[in-house]
DNA sequence: TCTCTAGGCTCAGATTTACTATGCCTAGCT
DNA sequence: AGCTAGGCATAGTAAATCTGAGCCTAGAGA
């Protein structure tokens, strides 16, 4: 038996740290790096500490408002981002090689209700062999690290255009007929979605007569826009509909719209696909989601 | 306040295990990976079963005389590779950047004490900004991946050769006395060193006379070559001695060489440098190393 | 000027993850 | 038959990582 008594191996940073450096890098701060992770600030900010003891360096300026880069971390954030995309690639590999008919795709909430769901049955009966599954999120996930092959958000940019975003009251049609003009609106409960409030202001603003809405339009709020649907259609009131979302009550005549005017937002339903090789199935998939925007 | 009860998101396979199974799978065993590691065997089989859980998939055919990778272990080697030497370029830009005149050598113990240690005055006096570490490992470390700039292993290929390794015995002026003929070997201790223990056996075979020694030599053995050299140079008795290790003592004559037959081992000395972009410290030291090699 | 808010820091404790140690098993050698 | 190399399984332990709470600072708004 050879006993050797070598010093400790220097090993290099652990990994840990190096992946909440760069989230906190190329997110440009810890809170929202740490929403990517899903762990707390604090654990980020540990993490980058760790990292900045093993290196002897400060990576970041610290700033009572939020945090920048240093020089340093500015020349090392590229190569780094470059090395957990390419983890994140291997790990599509591997998800490709092993369950090849397998789709994971990333919605909001209210898109994987109203918008998604309603064409699964259709896309699962034309693709009898590809494996669907679905993920709610609150925010859209970073495809190329995260373990989701498509991503179905409102959002301006970084991916395919599949529905513009126009809004418009919309209602049960029994509440309706108590609406003749926008300034019946201030008799009825006006819905608002949490996360999507200034939607009644952004559709008042511009309409020809000034309305007496408060600003926090009065009425119940919903923290999931496809519940806040759900009471519309049992006629609770007045919901500012998302084309995309409403437009299978319209068809089917359970919601009716009101009044004319639509406002178009500036965002739009965005299709986002994982970067690197597509497995046929996703190329299928794909396809199908698209041809169903009519742009 | 929004209670957002989302599921748990689906989560990426833990870097670990992805680490894990990359070695063993490059490296073609467990036993190996461990040791590439650090860990102990059964971490390695551990962190491999997580991820083979993970993706529901085999990636390696268990045989009891080792293991070897699936078809899908195939698929999904090349890109995690390329993944993880992407982390470990990325961990030398960090080191670059943060510590510009830092050089971490790693040497085998006896190539430190030996060879190295002599050239480091001389080395440290010409490049006096460049801070120069020295870490004495077993085995060459794999410099793609750990925080090492050069290496300084007897090898075959992968580096640049820096000296050729001759053996021959050496030992004392006053022990050289009893020796006049390669049978007086048979009446002094033949030290050896404990990994090189076949060094007596190699220059013996192919040896005119036909000598008693028993192959594995009887005679103290050292776990560290250069201990084995000072016992030489106290007159302890005969070492086989590597031309790199010894060149210093036979110029001082501390110890000589009794007998002119040597014998050129097929491996040398070789330089390992890291890949990737090298700082002008390290290309300087790199120069010096390579001008000491007289081949 | 005061307060509020966003973002970060720190510390202690809890939790999760990873590792070691041990004993067992198999196939190939000698 | 006995030995060795390499892997497996389990339980206990060690280490890493995370949370939670309270504190701090700078800017924004009243």
């Not at 899903?38 to 003891?53: D, F, I, N, R, S």
């Not at 998800?95 to 909430?109: E, K």
């Not at 991503?151 to 509440?175: K, T």
Request: with cysteine; charged share 20%.
């Amino acid at each position: 038996m050879i006993m050797s008594v070598l010093p400790p191996r220097p090993k290099g940073p652990p990994i840990t740290s190096l992946r909440a450096f760069e989230a906190a890098a190329r997110l440009g701060g810890f809170t929202r790096a740490a929403d990517e992770l899903c762990v707390t600030p604090g654990a980020v900010a540990q993490q980058v500490k760790a990292l900045e003891a093993w290196c002897g360096v400060d990576l970041f300026e610290r700033h009572a408002q939020g945090v920048r880069l240093s020089r340093v971390g500015v020349e090392v954030l590229p190569s780094l981002s470059a090395a957990f995309d390419a983890m994140g690639e291997a790990v599509s590999v591997l998800r490709r090689a092993t369950a090849p008919g397998r789709v994971h795709i990333s919605a909001l909430p209210a898109v994987a209700q109203l918008w998604l769901s309603p064409r699964l049955p259709a896309i699962r009966a034309a693709l009898a062999d590809v494996e669907i599954s679905v993920t709610a999120l609150e925010a859209p996930p970073n495809l190329a690290r995260e373990p989701f092959d498509l991503s179905v958000f409102y959002g301006e940019g970084d991916g395919r255009l599949i529905a513009r975003d126009e809004i418009f009251p919309v209602c049960a049609p029994e509440v309706a007929r108590q609406l003749q003009s926008i300034e019946d609106l201030a008799n009825v409960p006006c819905l608002a979605d949490a996360v999507w409030t200034q939607d009644w202001e952004t559709w008042l603003s511009g309409c020809a007569t000034q309305v007496p809405l408060p600003a926090p339009v009065r009425g119940p709020v919903y923290s999931l826009y496809a519940l806040a649907v759900e009471e519309a259609v049992n006629g609770a009131g007045v919901l500012i509909g998302h084309s995309a979302l409403v437009a299978r009550h319209l068809e089917s005549g359970a919601l009716v719209a009101p009044f004319s005017r639509r406002v178009t937002l500036p965002r739009g339903l965005v299709l986002g696909v994982r970067g690197g090789e597509m497995s046929p199935p996703l190329t299928a998939l794909v396809n199908l989601l698209i041809s169903e925007s009519r742009l």
